[in-house]
């Protein structure tokens, strides 16, 4: 049974920063692509960051320079590390990981208000 479990999301404030982690269980994690993706109320989900198996990384623009996406294969477990956080970053957040077939986590709720 594939489950992705993410944790870490909370309020914050603006200019704050959390680091949210997502284990995985039941997947070949290391030949897995893995992503955060994030829908705001009323809006699609987007992707904002990934990390594949060769650890290279992709983010959207509107994160660059402020989120950092890493993995450790050895604890199955991809990190987001969130930095000067915007109030335009409240989402739920989600884990996806990539490979033969495509998963996801439930979900962990950040939000950024003052």
């Known amino acids: 049974q594939v489950q992705l479990v993410e944790s870490g999301g909370g309020l914050v404030q603006p200019g704050g920063s959390l680091r949210l982690s997502c284990v995985a269980s039941g997947i070949a994690f290391t030949f897995n692509t893995m992503g955060w993706y994030r829908q705001a109320p009323g809006k699609e989900r987007e992707m904002v960051a990934t990390?594949?198996?060769?650890?290279?990384?992709i983010y959207a623009d509107s994160v660059k320079g402020r989120f950092t996406i890493s993995r450790d294969n050895a604890k199955n477990t991809v990190y987001l590390q969130m930095n000067s956080l915007k109030p335009e970053d409240t989402a739920v957040y989600y884990c996806n990981a990539l490979h033969i077939n495509n998963y996801w986590g439930k979900g962990t709720l950040v939000n950024v208000s003052p």
């Open positions: 990390i594949n198996s060769n650890y290279r990384t």
